[in-house]
């Protein structure tokens, strides 16, 4: 049996600090069918969008300015007027140690990609 997601009618927000990575994920999700993307280069404007829309998931490089690492997601999780909470969040980081996936989790982050 095979199982098939229609990814078009999701909407997904890259919050971005290096252009490379949301480069990727673009390229990556352009190729999986996705359609409705959108990016955003800075973390306190991410939190803006996410108080105006709801996304289906949520992917954001650790070093977008000014919420960096975990305050981003924090922020995403606990701030007033957040549309959707409880979207899927990830959280890219260029190498990622232990104690920064427990911290992710802990603080509740989906899950942590590398590169």
């Known amino acids: 049996m095979e199982i098939r997601a229609d990814l078009k009618s999701l909407q997904v927000l ?7 990575s949301v480069q990727v994920l ?12 959108t990016a955003v280069a800075e973390s306190a404007r991410a939190i803006e969008a ?4 709801t996304y289906s998931a949520i992917f954001c490089d650790a070093q977008a300015e000014p919420y960096k690492g975990m305050a981003f997601a924090v922020a995403a999780r606990r701030a007033s007027g957040i549309l959707n909470p409880m979207a899927p969040l ?3 980081y260029q ?9 992710a989790r802990d603080g509740g982050v989906t899950d942590v990609l590398t590169h």
Not at 26 to 37: E, V
Not at 50 to 53: F, P, S, Y
């Open 14 to 20: 890259l919050v971005g600090g290096r252009p490379a």
């Open 26 to 37: 673009r390229t990556a999700f352009g190729l999986l069918g996705l359609k409705q993307l």
């Open 50 to 53: 996410l108080r105006t829309q």
């Open 90 to 92: 990830f959280v890219i």
């Open 95 to 103: 190498t990622a140690r232990q104690r920064q996936v427990e911290q």
